[in-house]
């Protein structure tokens, strides 16, 4: 088995479109069904007060001191990369803001066997859909449910501002220590890391080189043997 955690915010394109790439080498990767991916939270800006939104291509262009004009162009350049991997994404209108209640009902719908689902619906909902996602407690709820988790449920995680915290900070603390300074941040096996969101090409030389290294022995050469069914007959696919 090989474990791939991947530190993500809502927040971020780039891991909106890394886990496509990803998920693309995946689907190639020969031993796919022992692959076991779990994710981590990571906040691009832990300081956003609780609830808060705003419009993204102010944002963008005030921290990276690019004119609107300019974020608004980055905006259209990523929509284009979306574009090139199939997945939706709105290049104009979309919001942005704190994401730590996000994070505590993906820990939530990790416990809950749902947490693919419910990155995937938060992912389609700040991405792909004109609403806004942050603050806005009625529609991360509808996401939430739209993942398949109970609405009751939700809404008294959410109540919560204790619940699943602690996961969220140990995730960020864990990710501080491994030196990752930004999303997405794969690590396979807790030994390789991968940053960004790279070519699929990347992410299969990472599994790859995760699965080669795993513990305990590893088959060099496969050739006829003995079994509980029987010996296998030299040129035959049976076995006597």
């Known amino acids: 088995m090989t ?35 779990v994710h981590k939270s990571f906040e691009l800006d832990p300081t956003l007060p609780p609830g808060s939104s705003g419009p993204v291509v102010p944002a963008i262009a005030a921290k990276y001191g690019i004119t609107v004009d300019q974020a608004a162009a980055n905006e259209r350049g990523i929509g284009a990369q979306a574009a090139a991997m199939g997945l939706p994404y709105q290049t104009s209108g979309r919001d942005m803001g704190n994401s730590f209640d996000m994070h ?8 809950q066997g749902k947490q693919e689902a419910m990155l995937d ?96 022995p590893q088959l060099l050469a496969d050739g006829d043997t003995c079994g509980p069914d029987g010996c296998a007959v030299p040129g035959s696919a049976t076995a006597q």
């Open 121 to 216: 619906a938060l992912y389609e909902g700040n991405f792909a859909e004109p609403e806004p996602v942050f603050g806005d407690t009625e529609r991360l709820v509808a996401l939430a449910v739209r993942a398949g988790l109970d609405e009751n449920s939700v809404r008294a995680v959410l109540a919560d501002p204790d619940a699943y915290a602690d996961a969220v900070r140990r995730d960020e603390a864990e990710a501080a220590a491994l030196g990752a300074n930004g999303v997405p941040f794969f690590v396979f096996d807790g030994k390789y890391a991968v940053s960004g969101a790279q070519p699929p090409e990347m992410f299969t030389q990472a599994l790859t080189t995760a699965w080669n290294d795993r513990p305990g």
């Open 3 to 37: 474990t791939v955690e991947v530190w993500t915010d809502i927040n971020c394109p780039f891991c909106y479109l890394g886990k496509a790439r990803f998920e693309e080498a995946l689907a190639d990767f020969p031993h796919r069904d022992d692959v076991q991916v």
């Open 104 to 111: 505590r009902l993906l820990h939530y719908a990790l416990d």
